[in-house]
């Protein structure tokens, strides 16, 4: 009986060590010299902005004065108003876009409005289509490196996509920011240093045209970015990822807007990684996919909270073994994965988020943790599948 309870532990173990191994891997891969990036020579392909837009009149025109300037004679910027009760199609009009409205009660989320733009550019196609959100501010010269840096890959690429904490935020809204960096800039740096991959991140993605018009993007999924990521990398099209193009963001200020962004993040990242994750194996397998391997793998890494919380549970777990059964090597290899994890955030603060915020703020990050077990609880007695947009601070 103890032996098989010593099997079962070990097996829980090392399964909840892969994504602490992936996660510190990538943060050492990280802190290495960046690669230089790919040169894109020739005359810049003809771009399409895609902006997907629901009831955005407080942002729109802000978002479309960051990307206008950057446009050039022949580029298109195209603004779905989707399912809007307000005047986002009228502003972003009046701010020079084309516009076109949806509306269907039933078929809700931004793959549905990313799959009606696209199937309007279709008429008139451009080489390359790149999605900005509707509260994003698109750094300068970002639309040209994005194009260019597709066009010359012949792969999807991804901006550095950040979200900010606004001024006056409190100790949560600082460590929600650090994660997000890490998760946004630190990961996908690491695995890009070993040449592979990296997820799609919902805003500044560049598509070849025929890359693009072959996916279905008409879905309702709560992170349709990261599962378009998988699509293409499975279509042997892996996304590059281009840090040297910024599109940024910030956190609503309301702890409504903040709880139902992280629901929907966080719900949406879990039910894909349960559901999905496994069949990417399969197929990553069966196709000798490496990159696709390499995806999953990214994948699996839940979020730092979470994935902070398992270890702390599984080192309860293994150590209370250890006492009642002498168990040694589980609790061993716990204690183990939880100094790896503490050692690897560490590192990432040092090296690429000191000036963001003091350690003293990352002190607070396992209460930070604490505070989102009721998420992770609703995640298993009442998840959520439906999109809902984030309440901006603005409503």
């Not at 990313?114 to 900005?132: K, N, T, W």
């Not at 890490?182 to 990961?187: E, I, S, Y």
């Not at 000191?354 to 609880?377: C, D, H, Q, T």
């Amino acid at each position: 009986m103890i032996s098989v309870l010593g099997w079962l532990l070990g097996l829980l173990t090392v399964i909840v060590l892969v994504p602490v191994l992936v996660f510190s891997l990538q943060v050492l891969m990280a802190c290495l010299p960046a690669r230089a990036p790919l040169p894109g020579s020739g005359a810049r392909p003809r771009v399409a902005v895609l902006v997907p837009a629901h009831d955005e009149a407080s942002i729109i025109q802000a978002t479309l004065a960051t990307i206008t300037p950057q446009l050039l004679e022949g580029d298109r910027l195209l603004v779905v108003a989707d399912n809007c009760s307000d005047t986002t199609a009228q502003l972003a009009r009046e701010s020079g876009a084309e516009v076109v409205e949806r509306y269907d009660a039933q078929l809700r989320g931004k793959g549905y409005a990313l799959d009606f733009g696209v199937r309007h550019l279709a008429r008139q196609p451009p080489e390359v289509v790149i999605v900005v959100d509707a509260d994003c501010q698109v750094g300068e010269g970002a639309i040209d490196t994005l194009a260019r840096r597709c066009h010359a890959a012949q792969r999807p690429v991804q901006s550095l996509y950040l979200m900010r904490a606004p001024a006056g935020a409190g100790l949560k809204v600082q460590v929600a920011e650090f994660a997000w960096r890490v998760k946004n800039l630190v990961r996908p740096r690491g695995w890009s240093r070993l040449g592979l991959p990296c997820q799609l991140m919902g805003a500044g993605m560049a598509f070849g045209w025929h890359d693009l018009s072959m996916i279905n993007l008409a879905n309702g999924h709560l992170v349709e970015d990261v599962k378009l990521g998988l699509d293409l990398c499975q279509q042997g099209k892996p996304p590059l990822f281009c840090p040297e193009a910024l599109v940024t963001s910030q956190f609503p200020l309301s702890q409504q807007g903040l709880n139902s962004q992280r629901t929907r993040w966080e719900h949406g990242h879990l039910g894909l990684m349960l559901g999905d994750a496994p069949k990417r194996v399969l197929a990553a397998i069966t196709q000798r996919n490496g990159s696709l391997a390499a995806m999953t793998l990214d994948l699996v890494v839940s979020p730092l909270a979470l994935l902070t919380l398992t270890l702390l549970g599984l080192n309860l777990v293994t150590w209370l073994a250890f006492l009642l059964f002498d168990l040694s090597a589980p609790a061993w290899l716990a204690l183990a994965g939880l100094a790896l994890l503490g050692f690897a955030v560490v590192l990432a603060w040092a090296r690429f988020c000191r000036e963001l915020i003091p350690f003293s703020v990352l002190l607070y990050a396992p209460f930070y943790a604490a505070r989102k077990i009721p998420l992770y609880l609703g995640f298993l007695i009442r998840r959520q599948v439906e999109w809902v947009r984030s309440k901006r601070d603005d409503d």
